[in-house]
């Protein structure tokens, strides 16, 4: 791994920089995220246009679509330089994960109707993959889709569906052969979630937010056109991911700046805590320092794989496993750090009351993606050449 930008890579870099100075509004800063419902008004309708324009709403998409058709380092560079900038990118699931099925597998009447909608902000898209008795073996998955005329009828239930309550469409694997071995009988679909006999019920989580919810399909009717692929291969047309950057080099820049700022915060607050409690927190912020040392590394190593077209697999589960985990302990840190003002949910707390939103909010890293054990397993066969137990 080259750590140094070529001289391109460099101009690369200064060219999104200048554009996030330029561009970025300042109320949006440090807001967002994945599952965050973007509204169509104001700052953020100028921040999407922005990003329209230059095709980075969807930055690994071909131009052909919409997209820029960057190549893996490039994003590496922009979401290097967003994360810094605390900028927001946009789009979610549909440009992330919906949006790459549909340009490999989708039709082209799937590809004109929805890809255009992704990147203008119409649509917004919820994954409907797990089920109460399928999410680590997804492949045992029970909702059914049955053939009826030029449509399929879907019965059964989702759960954990993070957004459903204000998403327009699924992309759903839903079971049509029951009879074939497990990943062979399901298909993926296009489901509008405006098709009577949805019904989409909160799940609050341990934070208190309404993020994902539970839902019930009771004899929705879904058009056959709205299959993506073959009928029984949708297993195989789920993995795909296009070559997006999957380094999560933004994950390990915010960790870095949370090391900052609490670093500072103790700094501040040193005489009132007294010297052994400084003492202590000093060295744990410390680990914490030197495992976001480690965590930036691992995204470098995914991202010199990515560049050199290898596909991380061990190695990205290494990743996710250390990342999640981390996030735990920085959490931890930040709750010790704060004391009893770690107990404070309110905005007029230290750091706006966020802290014990994390601390409380991170426990779902390690399930989201693929849990813990999960990346134990993949990393003890795949990356340690261990027989399966
Ligand atoms: C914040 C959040 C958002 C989510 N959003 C979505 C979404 O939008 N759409 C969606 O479809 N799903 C979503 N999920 C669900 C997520 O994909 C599942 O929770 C995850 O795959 C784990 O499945 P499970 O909850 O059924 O747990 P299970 O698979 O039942 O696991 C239970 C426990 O058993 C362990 N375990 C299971 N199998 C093994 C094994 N082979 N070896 C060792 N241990 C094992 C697990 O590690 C875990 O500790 C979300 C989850 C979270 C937390």
């Avoid at 999104?16 to 995220?33: A, M």
């Avoid at 246009?49 to 980075?56: F, N, P, Q, T, V």
């Avoid at 993506?228 to 993995?239: K, L, Q, S, T």
């Amino acid at each position: 791994m080259e750590f140094r930008d070529s001289p391109e890579q460099a101009a690369w870099r200064k060219k999104v920089r200048n554009f996030l100075q330029t561009e970025l509004p300042e109320e949006i800063r440090g807001k967002g995220g994945l599952f965050a419902k973007l509204e169509r008004v104001g700052a953020w309708e100028q921040w999407r246009k922005a990003l329209a324009e230059r095709g980075w709403v969807a930055p690994a998409w071909p131009k052909e679509y919409g997209g820029a058709g960057m190549d893996v380092m490039d994003q590496f560079i922009l979401n290097e330089e967003f994360a810094q900038a605390r900028a927001p990118m946009i789009g979610g699931l549909g440009t992330m994960m919906l949006g790459p099925t549909l340009i490999a597998h989708g039709t082209e009447e799937q590809k004109s109707y929805h890809l255009p909608r992704i990147l203008a902000g119409e649509e917004n898209w919820c994954q409907g993959y797990s089920e109460p008795g399928a999410g680590s073996d997804l492949a045992s998955l029970q909702t059914r889709a049955v053939k009826d005329g030029d449509d399929f009828v879907i019965n059964g239930q989702k759960i954990w569906t993070s957004t459903a309550h204000f998403a327009d469409w699924c992309f759903l694997l839903a079971r049509t052969d029951p009879d074939a071995p497990k990943h062979r009988g399901i298909t993926y679909f296009l489901v509008d979630m405006k098709s009577p006999g949805i019904t989409v019920q909160p799940l609050v989580n341990l934070t208190g937010s309404h993020e994902f919810n539970e839902v019930f399909f009771e004899d929705v009717r879904v058009p056959a056109n709205n299959v993506v692929g073959e009928v029984n291969r949708g297993w195989y047309i789920g993995a795909t991911t296009l070559d997006f950057e999957r380094s999560s080099i933004g994950t390990a820049v915010g960790n870095q700046q949370q090391i900052e700022d609490f670093t500072a915060w103790l700094r501040d607050h040193r005489t009132e805590m007294g010297e052994a409690r400084y003492g202590s927190l000093r060295r744990e912020w410390a680990d914490r320092a030197l495992e976001v040392h480690v965590a930036t590394l691992l995204a470098y190593r995914i991202i010199s794989m990515q560049a050199a077209g290898q596909i991380p697999n061990a190695e990205a589960s290494i990743a996710k496993l250390f990342g999640s985990e981390l996030a735990q302990r920085i959490a931890g840190t930040a709750m010790h750090t704060l004391g009893m003002h770690g107990a404070i949910r309110e905005s007029s707390a230290p750091f706006a009351g966020n802290v014990p939103q994390s601390y409380l909010g991170g426990v779902s890293q390690t399930i989201a993606g693929g849990t813990s054990e999960i990346q134990r397993n993949i990393i003890a066969t795949r990356g340690l050449g261990l027989p399966r137990g």
